[in-house]
């Protein structure tokens, strides 16, 4: 089983078709998105079609963004909807034919369906921000979907596990890498990339809105060199002192 995480999408279909077409999700497999389909990009309705067919491939855990707060108060009335569309809604209602009305119920009743966080043994993933003294699932709503990751960076979650977000948008296009915290908004929309992190290797797949899979600059694949370098020189430490224990043992 291989795993993924997806960050926003933001509209970005073409972005999407070309990462799950690298892919190429089998049944077994997971795939994380971490919300904010819609809005700012150009199709918005093509990625839902996407993520709602991606269903009957393999395992799809759907969370809620922001955007999608916004979307559904105005679709589900009660909300002003200017702030919506200044806020990229305009594209979304463009990419349904003009009219919020136009909005297929199977798509509703997508974005009925989202997670606020999803949560394993190892990894919480939620789309804007977390307290790290208080589980993911009962925090507020202002942390879940609106907050924006402060500087200084907040200190890691009380259970250990490594924290997965979205939401702040990383403008250098780069995926932020802590070793408490993951940011994987890569700004997509805004000329940066989509990126799909594979969770079992921390191999990563990104496009850009043209859905062109991007190439590895030299300084990223020198970085990933030293970095399993790294990796792989503690597994070797760790083998030299099992053999000198085992000689001292003859």
């Known amino acids: 089983m291989r795993r993924f995480v997806i960050g926003d999408i933001h509209g970005c279909s073409k972005a999407l078709r070309t990462l799950l077409q690298e892919i190429h999700p089998r049944s077994a497999d997971e795939l994380v998105f971490l919300g904010d389909y819609v809005d700012r990009g150009?199709?918005?309705?093509?990625?839902?079609?996407?993520?709602?067919?991606?269903?009957?491939?393999?395992?799809?855990?759907?969370?809620?963004?922001?955007?999608?707060?916004?979307?559904?108060?105005?679709?589900?009335?009660?909300?002003?909807?200017?702030?919506?569309?200044?806020?990229?809604?305009?594209?979304?209602?463009?990419?349904?034919?003009?009219?919020?009305?136009?909005?297929?119920?199977?798509?509703?009743?997508?974005?009925?369906?989202?997670?606020?966080?999803?949560?394993?043994?190892?990894?919480?993933?939620?789309?804007?921000?977390?307290?790290?003294?208080?589980?993911?699932?009962?925090?507020?709503?202002?942390?879940?979907?609106?907050?924006?990751?402060?500087?200084?960076?907040?200190?890691?979650?009380?259970?250990?596990k490594r924290v997965f977000v979205g939401h702040t948008p990383q403008a250098n296009g780069e995926i932020l890498y802590r070793a408490h915290l993951v940011g994987i908004d890569t700004y997509c929309f805004g000329g940066g990339y989509l990126s799909a992190l594979n969770l079992e290797d921390d191999t990563v797949l990104q496009a850009d809105r043209h859905g062109h899979l991007r190439r590895m600059p030299i300084e990223r694949a020198m970085h990933l060199v030293a970095w399993s370098y790294r990796r792989c020189g503690r597994w070797v430490r760790v083998g030299r002192y099992w053999v000198r224990q085992r000689n001292r043992r003859r």
């Open 42 to 160: 150009p199709d918005s309705r093509d990625v839902v079609e996407q993520v709602i067919r991606l269903q009957s491939r393999c395992r799809v855990v759907a969370l809620r963004g922001n955007h999608e707060v916004m979307l559904m108060g105005v679709a589900m009335g009660g909300c002003d909807p200017e702030t919506w569309l200044r806020s990229g809604g305009h594209a979304t209602v463009a990419s349904y034919g003009g009219s919020i009305s136009k909005v297929p119920e199977k798509h509703l009743n997508f974005f009925r369906s989202l997670k606020p966080a999803y949560e394993t043994d190892r990894e919480i993933f939620v789309h804007a921000m977390y307290d790290p003294y208080t589980g993911v699932m009962t925090q507020s709503d202002e942390l879940t979907y609106w907050t924006h990751l402060p500087d200084p960076l907040p200190p890691p979650h009380r259970s250990g």
